[in-house]
C-alpha cells in the first residue's frame, strides 16, 4: 500500500515538473501602432512586462511607453543592452523609450537585475 502512495506521489512530482519545464507559458505579444513617421506601443510594468513581446516595424522611429505599477524596486528600471539604454522607471509615471528600429532583429530588454524580460522584435 505505502508503495503504492508513493509511487503515485513520485508520478504526480514527475508530471509536475514535465509540465513546469515544457508546458506552454503564453506569451503576451502587442505590434505598435503607426501613425505616420511614428509608431508607439504602452507596456505596462506588473508583475513583468504586458506586452511582454513587442512588435516594430522597421525603418519607423519607435516609442515605448513604460508605466510602473508595480511598487516592487526590482522593475524600477528597464535595461536595453543592444541599445545602450538603462532607464529609470518611477512608480505610476510613464517614460518614453526610442528605440532605434533601423536595424532588423530580436532585442531583449530587462528590468535592472535582469530577472524580468521582454523583447523588442523589428521586423
Ligand atoms: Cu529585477
Not at 47 to 73: I, M
Not at 96 to 103: A, E, G, L, R, Y
Request: glycine fraction near 10%; hydrophobic fraction near 40%; charged fraction near 25%.
Amino acid at each position: 500500500m505505502i508503495k503504492i502512495i508513493v509511487s503515485i506521489i513520485g508520478l504526480t512530482m514527475i508530471g509536475f515538473i514535465i509540465w513546469w519545464f515544457f508546458g506552454k507559458h503564453e506569451v503576451e505579444e502587442g505590434a505598435a501602432d503607426v501613425t505616420g513617421h511614428q509608431q508607439s506601443i504602452d507596456v505596462e510594468v506588473k508583475g513583468g512586462y504586458s506586452p511582454e513581446v513587442v512588435v516594430l516595424k522597421q525603418g519607423v522611429p519607435a516609442t515605448l511607453n513604460f508605466t510602473r505599477k508595480d511598487p516592487s524596486s526590482c522593475l524600477d528600471r528597464v535595461v536595453f543592452p543592444d541599445f545602450g539604454i538603462n532607464q529609470a522607471l518611477p512608480q505610476d509615471e510613464t517614460k518614453k523609450v526610442q528605440i532605434d528600429t533601423s536595424k532588423a532583429g530580436e532585442y531583449e530588454w530587462a528590468c535592472g537585475m535582469d530577472m524580468f524580460h521582454g523583447k523588442v522584435v523589428i521586423k
